[in-house]
């Protein structure tokens, strides 16, 4: 949708005199106002919202876990980094050599009997040479900038350390900057004595605030000192727990008051080996999620390369995160491993002896939450601070598996084996990585067939198709499976994404007795670790912000209501447009060969013809990625590593045109992505075979950026192979033929909805609550019908989020936000004027 850039706010017009505090007026050159209508029906009853209706699904994935919501200040404080983990990582990454004047030395990282522990396996060699009294160490940087400090804030620093040195080593540790000039508290004085860990610790004291300082271990003497899990926590973490979260991050969470949390993943849960961190197993660094990992002394966990490509300590574990959701109130709904890979990497473990202990370690992982403190696991989770049970009952097994029948075999085993034993736990399944194509189809056939009580739904798309889908559910079945809508965004962090989604979750509420669950995700993003956007809430090492998606989820998530009161209403839509553009050619990660280009109308009519034997002059490249040059008469794609490469020809106002292609794939990961209804690199679409590291072909429509799936299905493409496509185009019809067969099909015709509403009502409040989306350039005059013999108070709560649609927070600013006013005139039947690009929510007092 192509918008105006204004600050819209309330127009003339509205109920009672004046515009709320803080909304401006309208912006001149605004369009003229549209009108609706909202009728509701209060003696009809709708169907109750589940009270967990909305929660947050928290993935290590954007530094979310460490540098993020675990706040330990200290970047490999145990030397664990890998290059398994990422390519450019060392045992010493974010760490330096120091030393004052005098003091010299060596240092290295080691893997050998010497360690702390046998899964804490790597450890920091400092070899002192201080023959002239000096003092030798490390420097370590921090995430971002450095480490974050506040002037008078407790900093609990610690270290596992041994040294051969006969009279101990004594070290010295400072909070400073990088050149040493400036120091930020008083300098801890520490004595390591013996050849065997022990813990030290003391305490800082920040004098100066910064956002860059350093930490510096040095020692003197000489000798041999080694050095582990090197710690600096603020005492100031969320609800003052030790090994705790980070407390401006956990606040805005907890500001959500989500009622669940979804956790660990997401692709680190179903990707990478499903053995185990041990010699038995060979000592899997790249292994999926498994709670077992993750719980005890904080020395003792295992270490892991993160699917995001860093490395995730597990300090925030499985205990922690219980004791998170507890804090904020909310159910936590953790998601197991079911030994079938997916996030492209698509592949079933066949191993019966791992699946047996996959199973177990999720009865186990159940007893952990709930058992007595008298079972194996109870106990566990009481030693570690916490008798009290945390009240588990719901879990979900797998994430986003490709292969829907090998998921299945395996999902229901798990699923038989908690009933047996936790017949009141919920056991989720899910339905694939989108929301159409041949593997959600077969998933949802197998939930359908297997009696599943809840299936979670993930897809990412743009803001159109959210516009176009708020009747998504209002045709799924009544008595099936419920639905949890556990990942959904729509692609950016502007207000027009947030408004979208808005409307969209209208919809979600509408069929509250199907869908029952829905998060937002991914949860946080660290701005200088960035692995996918958009994100709900961002942060640097001292600042946070919340998106205006954050601020759209925030008023829906404190303002949900009891029940749908049932309502409908009538106005102006958008109707579908046929397909246009101009032709394009692209490629992901792979070297391609096309020729032979040919565009002709649908009376046959040559529109367009390139064999390339004249060069390449007809095509521009609007993606100005990739190597593109004409080889041997055929133009060629020949960078592996690029993504997204799209060249184009023709005229934009192309309509019912047939394109026809040759395609050879050279190299490299994927296969062909051919363009057709082509307007700039925002908008367009393509056929995408051989996407998804070659496992599925599909067609994505994008729409300023953000892109849509319309058909997907498996699909891989042969090196060498010379395919033919052809694309045919008919209105908003599409016809997808692979050397002569039709592939499949689509009709792009949905209407766009940019008006949107539910109501529901609070029953301890005694309100109605108006929930009214506008996503339009244009303002929304509306006549909002309560309902004959309904009473109400004059006065009402409205709490409006507007502003201009290409606005986003960031930062250094956070314009998008809610403002909360209260207004005159209402009744059984009165008139508001919504502005354009907002969301509204009227809290209606009843009689």
């Known amino acids: 949708m192509r918008t105006h850039r204004l600050v819209a706010a309330l127009v003339t017009g509205l109920v009672g005199t004046a515009l709320p505090p803080g909304v401006p007026a309208l912006a001149a050159g605004t369009p003229a106002a549209l009108d609706y209508t909202i009728t509701v029906d209060p003696k009809r009853s709708g169907p109750a919202i589940d009270p967990d209706m909305y929660g947050v699904f928290f993935e290590d994935i954007n530094r979310a876990a460490d540098g993020g919501l675990y706040a330990e200040l200290v970047q490999n404080r145990s030397f664990e980094y890998l290059p398994v983990d990422n390519r450019a990582y060392t045992g010493l990454t974010s760490w330096s050599a120091v030393a004052t004047p005098g003091g010299s030395g060596s240092i290295a990282t080691a893997d050998d009997d010497a360690r702390l522990n046998e899964r804490n396996r790597t450890y920091l060699t400092v070899t002192l040479t201080n023959a002239e009294g000096g003092t030798y160490g490390v420097l370590n940087s921090g995430y971002n900038t450095g480490i974050a400090l506040q002037a008078g804030k407790t900093y609990d620093f610690s270290v596992w350390a041994r040294t051969d040195a006969t009279g101990g080593t004594p070290l010295t540790v400072t909070l400073r900057d990088q050149a040493g000039a400036t120091t930020y508290a008083e300098p801890l004085r520490l004595a390591v004595q013996g050849d065997t860990w022990r813990r030290y610790s003391g305490t800082f004291v920040a004098t100066a605030t910064t956002d860059a300082a350093r930490l510096a271990v040095q020692a003197g003497g000489t000798g041999t000192l080694r050095l582990d899990m090197v710690s600096l926590f603020p005492r100031d973490t969320f609800k003052g727990r030790p090994n705790g979260l980070r407390r401006d991050l956990a606040e805005k969470i907890a500001a959500l008051e989500p009622r669940f949390i979804r956790f660990p993943g997401g692709c680190l849960v179903n990707t990478g080996s499903m053995y185990g961190y041990t010699a038995e197993d060979g000592w899997q660094r790249a292994r999926s999620y498994q709670w077992k990992d993750t719980i005890g002394p904080v020395e003792e966990r295992a270490t892991n390369a993160n699917f995001w490509g860093y490395n995730q300590s597990y300090g925030l574990g499985y205990y922690e995160y219980f004791q998170f959701a507890e804090d904020l109130g909310a159910k936590p709904v953790p998601v197991v491993p079911a030994l079938v890979t997916g996030c492209g990497q698509n592949r079933a473990v066949d191993d019966d002896a791992l699946l047996r202990r996959h199973i177990q370690d999720t009865l186990d992982l159940i007893e952990f939450a709930n058992g007595p403190v008298t079972s194996t696991w109870g106990a566990k989770r009481a030693a570690m601070g916490h008798p009290r049970p945390f009240g588990l009952d719901r879990l979900e097994v797998g994430n986003e598996e490709n292969l829907p029948d090998a998921f299945m075999t395996r999902f229901v085993q798990f699923r038989d084996a908690i009933k047996a034993r936790y017949p009141a736990v919920t056991v989720i399944s899910n339905s694939g990585p989108d929301d159409i194509g041949n593997t959600f189809d077969r998933a949802w056939e197998l939930n359908r067939a297997n009696g599943v009580e809840m299936v979670d739904e993930h897809y990412y798309n743009s803001p159109s198709w959210f516009l176009q889908n708020n009747r998504r559910y209002d045709s799924y079945d009544r008595n099936g499976p419920k639905v949890w809508l556990g990942e959904y965004a729509s692609q950016d962090n502007k207000l ?42 961002w942060f640097d090492n001292d600042q946070s912000w919340g998106s205006a998606n954050y601020e759209v989820q925030k008023l829906f998530m404190n303002n949900v209501g009891d029940r749908v009161v049932p309502s409908t209403a009538t106005g102006a839509v958008r109707t579908p447009q046929p397909v246009t553009g101009a032709v394009g050619l692209s490629t992901w990660r792979t070297a391609a060969r096309y020729d032979d280009v040919a565009v002709t109308s649908a009376d046959g009519a040559e529109l367009f013809r390139d064999d390339f034997s004249a060069g390449a002059d007809r095509w521009t490249p609007i993606a100005g990625r990739g190597s593109w040059s004409v080889v041997d008469g055929a133009y060629v794609q020949s960078d592996t590593t690029a993504e997204d490469t799209m060249v184009e020809a023709g005229d934009e106002n192309w309509r019912d045109y047939d394109l026809n292609v040759k395609a050879t794939k050279l190299s490299g990961a994927e296969g062909f992505l051919v363009g057709f209804g082509v307007k700039d690199t925002g908008n367009y679409y393509w056929w995408n075979l051989g996407g998804w590291n070659n496992t599925q072909g599909a067609v994505e429509k994008a729409v300023d950026g953000g892109k849509t799936t319309l058909i997907a299905k498996p699909n891989s493409i042969e090196t060498g192979r010379t395919y033919d496509i052809t694309v045919q185009i008919r209105g908003t019809r599409v016809t997808l033929l692979l050397d002569g067969q039709v592939w499949g099909s689509f009709d792009d015709n949905a209407v766009t909805e940019p008006f949107a509403q539910v109501v529901t009502r609070d029953v301890a409040a005694r309100q109605l609550i108006v929930k009214v989306v506008n996503a339009q350039d244009a303002p929304a005059r509306t006549r909002i019908d309560l309902g004959a013999g309904v009473r109400v108070a004059n006065r009402a709560q409205m709490t409006v989020i507007t502003g201009d649609p290409e606005q986003l927070n960031t930062r250094t600013a956070q314009p998008i936000k809610p403002v909360t006013s209260t207004i005159k005139g209402v009744a059984p039947t009165f008139t508001r004027t919504f502005p354009p690009h907002s969301v509204t929510f009227i809290r209606v007092q009843t009689r």
């Open 496 to 537: 027009s994404n947030a408004l979208a989604e808005a409307a969209y979750m209208t919809g979600l509420e509408r069929n509250a007795d199907v869908v029952t669950m829905a998060s937002y995700a991914p949860l946080l993003a660290n701005i200088d670790y960035v692995q996918w956007r958009p994100d709900l809430i």
